[in-house]
Nanobody, 115 residues
């Protein structure tokens, strides 16, 4: 079955960096756009970044220039490098894929940016 497993979250001071990874299995990874979402406390889940099968990336305005999404189709992983982190980047980060008419989500990984 489809599985998405995120890793790499943690606590960091403002200005710091973190790299999140999502290991995917159970589907033809290289054929699908992969997405990173986040949900801050008390807020709705929002799209952070997406990457197409050929590597074209899009970003939310709030993270453009600070975050970089990438994928390794040989290893079935998608990652996001987060630099210059701000307190407002705090939240649970999720990996998501849409297959046909169904969406699949990972369990999420917590990112906390605080001094």
């Amino acid at each position: 079955q489809v599985q998405l497993v995120e890793s790499g979250g943690g606590s960091v001071e403002p200005g710091g960096s973190l790299r999140l990874s999502c290991a995917a299995s159970g589907f033809a990874f290289s054929r699908f756009t992969m997405n990173w979402y986040r949900q801050a406390p008390g807020k709705e889940r929002e799209l952070v970044a997406a990457i197409t099968p050929l590597g074209a990336a899009t970003y939310a305005d709030s993270v453009a220039g600070r975050f970089t999404i990438s994928r390794d189709n040989a290893k079935n992983t998608v990652s996001i490098q987060m630099n210059s982190l701000k307190p407002e980047d705090t939240g649970v980060y999720y990996c998501k894929v849409r297959l046909a008419l169904r969406e699949y989500w990972g369990q999420g990984t917590q990112v906390t940016v605080s001094s």
